[in-house]
């Protein structure tokens, strides 16, 4: 079946630099996708989110590129901090109403001093 | 901390018992979302619940059922409980089913673990 993954299990990112997380997806059809983050014990948090008829949105120290041509999907932060430290996921909208999300498997970022 | 709560924190249960998880949704949130969420893994959506219906399921067998109550809370119920059904389970609340994730919150989760 189709679905939503990601290239690198693990990240290690120096504090300071910028990191940039990658994310396959297979269904051509979807229009919504989201980035969120999950540090240990917590639940998933919203990072941001971009819609398939835009190719780049930014936020604060993030930034979310969509390449719709490769279906390529990527979350680059700006001057990794210590609290940057998490999994992160991203997720595609399912289906007609929102909430019902497919995430793929995650990356674990970690943030040396 | 976003307002959604989960009760329990842990859980322990055997093969064939039943577990009822619960969630409090944000105050004025009125549609709830289950995800299954095995370790090293994303979550998996179960269902979504939206004004005490089901309103979309996803690929999980029916003794996976749910419930939503008239103040927007909502229960998990897992019977036949199998080793698989072992995982960190996440609710999430939002104020309607519409189309943007920036107003939908997820609570910590409840780790069931089934031995």
Same mark, same amino acid.
Request: hydrophobic share 15%; glycine share 10%; charged share 20%.
């Given at each position: 079946g189709e679905s939503v993954g990601l290239h690198l299990p693990t990240l290690s990112v120096q504090e300071g630099d910028n990191s940039i997380i990658n994310c396959a997806y297979?269904?051509?059809?979807?229009d919504y996708f989201i980035w969120y983050k999950q540090e240990s014990g917590k639940g998933p948090q919203f990072i941001i989110d971009i819609r398939s008829n835009m190719d780049k949105r930014q936020g604060q120290r993030v930034t979310v590129l969509l390449n719709k041509t490769v279906k390529h999907l990527s979350l680059q932060i700006a001057a990794?901090? @210590?609290? /940057?430290?998490a999994v992160y996921f991203c997720a595609e909208n399912l289906g /007609?109403?929102?909430?019902?999300l497919q995430f793929g498997a995650g990356t674990q970022v970690v943030v040396t001093p | 901390e976003t307002g959604v709560t989960q009760s329990p924190t842990h859980l322990i249960k055997t093969r064939g018992q039943q577990v009822t998880l619960r969630c409090s949704s944000q105050s004025g949130h009125n549609t709830v979302s289950w995800y299954q969420q095995a370790l090293g893994q994303g979550p998996q959506f179960i269902f979504q619940y939206y004004r005490e219906e089901e309103n979309g399921r996803g690929?999980? @067998? @029916?003794?996976f059922s749910g419930l939503q109550f008239p103040n927007y809370s909502s229960e998990l119920n897992v019977n036949a409980l199998e080793l698989d059904d072992s995982a960190l389970y996440l609710c999430a609340s939002s104020p309607r089913p519409g189309n943007s994730s920036d107003e939908q919150f997820f609570g910590p989760g409840t780790r069931l673990t089934v031995l």
């Open positions: 297979s269904n051509s059809a979807s990794t901090q @210590p609290g /940057d430290s /007609d109403s929102w909430g019902k | 690929n999980f @067998p @029916p003794r």
